[in-house]
């Protein structure tokens, strides 16, 4: 059974980057597309970027994008999530997931995505 980890979220301050990564376990990713999402206090769980299976097309949201890059390399089944720039606006728990078709779809929804992993915080403060 797939499961799905993330690491590399901290403590950062503004301006500065992170690079997050998502583990596949117990299975691969195989050609589904990948979606990292985070979710801030208080408030619901948003797309943030997703790639594709063949790691060939990429979708930010619009906060993120020209900030944010995501890619994949499924020999070692992780997608990695590279953030630049960051701002507080960007705080929250992040989570990556996978959905059952292999391009993405037309919306980063959280409702076509699944086996979410436990998360990984992202502070981005002075």
């Known amino acids: 059974q797939l499961q799905l980890v993330e690491s590399g979220g901290g403590l950062v301050q503004p301006g500065g980057s992170l690079r997050l990564s998502c583990a596949a376990s117990?299975?691969?990713?195989?050609?589904?597309?990948i979606g990292w999402f985070r979710q801030a206090p208080g408030k619901e769980r948003e797309g943030v970027s997703c790639i594709s299976g063949s790691g060939q097309r990429m979708k930010y949201s619009e906060p993120v994008k020209d900030r944010f890059t995501i890619s994949r390399d499924d020999a070692k089944n992780t997608v990695v999530l590279q953030m630049n720039s960051l701002t507080p606006a960007d705080t929250g728990v992040y989570y990556c997931?996978?959905?059952?078709?292999?391009?993405?779809?037309?919306?980063?929804?959280?409702?076509?995505?699944?086996?979410w992993g436990q998360g990984t915080q992202v502070t981005v403060s002075s």
């Open positions: 997931a996978i959905t059952s078709t292999a391009g993405c779809p037309p919306w980063i929804h959280p409702g076509v995505f699944g086996s």
């Open positions: 117990g299975s691969t990713f195989g050609y589904n597309a």
